[in-house]
């Protein structure tokens, strides 16, 4: 596969990336690695390293001298385990940090329908631990050669059955914060409703998940947009929200009595 084009700056920082003490590979990820970005849209570039022989140093990159925040490793969280916010002649530029040792780990335990659902930052539901080796199967490579994963049939079942699991638990508790009038909480609950059907969706037809943008949209059931933007404010109008959720989602809350 031919490298991606580049705008002339971006491709610049790209080959300064590559030649990074410890670093394996870069690749162009984000929506404009997977052809789904807008014209303004910033460039995701994730640079691979393996920390059992060298991590990669931040103060590397703080020394290239360009413009932006650059993190400690792991400071972003358990899956995106640091990077760098920059500005390269007035283009946002992202550099994500990817421990290929980690990620490999986490490739194993796909493969073999395992996975765990870790707090991240800016994730509602959380990122589940196969969201890098969907990095790995979408992006585009630019230096450096990387594993190429296919979405594997005992993740589809497993991620699947799991995600609607957790969708039908919220419902449940949605139903019983609109019973309270919380409107915070039943919202709350609608929303990882919505979330946790859409990834079970989406792992049943083997696409990859990277974020939670658009995740509603992707799996078909906008309609519960709509229906959050204004969920009400008694337990009536809540309760008949959530009734609206569950039709839309074709998901029945769980019931534990």
């Known amino acids: 596969m031919a490298p991606p084009r580049l705008p002339p700056h971006v491709a610049a920082l790209a080959t300064e990336l590559a030649?990074?003490?410890?670093?394996?590979?870069?690749?162009?990820?984000?929506?404009?690695?997977?052809?789904?970005?807008?014209?303004?849209?910033?460039?995701?570039?994730g640079v691979y390293?393996?920390?059992?022989?060298?991590?990669?140093?931040?103060?590397?990159?703080r020394r290239l001298g360009r413009q932006g925040h650059v993190s400690e490793l792991n400071e972003w969280g358990p899956i995106?385990?640091?990077?760098?916010?920059?500005?390269?002649?007035?283009?946002?530029?992202?550099?994500?940090?990817?421990?290929?040792?980690?990620?490999e780990h986490w490739l194993d335990e796909a493969e073999s329908g395992r996975f765990e659902v870790l707090a991240q930052n800016g994730y509602i539901v959380g990122a589940p631990t196969y969201l890098p080796v969907g990095e790995l199967a979408?992006?585009?490579?630019?230096?450096?050669?990387l594993p190429r994963p296919s979405f594997p049939d005992a993740l589809a079942a497993t991620a699947a059955e799991r995600w609607e699991r957790r969708a039908a638990v919220a419902l449940m508790f949605?139903?019983?914060?609109?019973?309270?009038?919380?409107?915070?909480?039943?919202?709350?609950?609608?929303?990882?409703a919505a979330l946790c059907a859409a990834h079970s969706r989406?792992?049943?037809?083997?696409?990859?998940?990277?974020?939670?943008k658009g995740l509603v949209r992707r799996?078909?059931?906008?309609?519960?947009?709509?229906?959050?933007?204004?969920?009400?404010?008694?337990?009536?109008?809540?309760?008949?929200?959530?009734?609206?959720?569950v039709?839309?989602?074709?998901t029945e809350p769980l019931a534990a009595r």
Do not use: K
């Not at 390293?49 to 990159?61: F, K």
């Open 138 to 145: 979408i992006c585009q490579p630019i230096a450096g050669e």
């Open 219 to 245: 799996a078909g059931i906008d309609a519960v947009q709509t229906l959050l933007a204004t969920p009400g404010a008694t337990s009536a109008e809540l309760g008949d929200t959530v009734a609206a959720v």
């Open 247 to 250: 039709a839309a989602l074709g």
């Open 19 to 45: 030649a990074l003490p410890g670093a394996l590979a870069v690749v162009l990820g984000g929506s404009r690695g997977s052809a789904t970005h807008r014209p303004d849209s910033d460039w995701d570039l």
């Open 174 to 192: 949605a139903g019983g914060y609109a019973g309270a009038a919380d409107v915070i909480c039943c919202a709350g609950m609608l929303a990882e």
């Open 49 to 61: 390293y393996r920390g059992s022989r060298r991590p990669l140093d931040p103060e590397d990159l």
């Open 80 to 103: 995106m385990n640091g990077g760098a916010w920059l500005t390269i002649d007035s283009t946002p530029v992202d550099v994500l940090f990817r421990d290929l040792d980690t990620v």
């Open 202 to 212: 989406l792992a049943e037809r083997r696409q990859w998940v990277l974020n939670e």
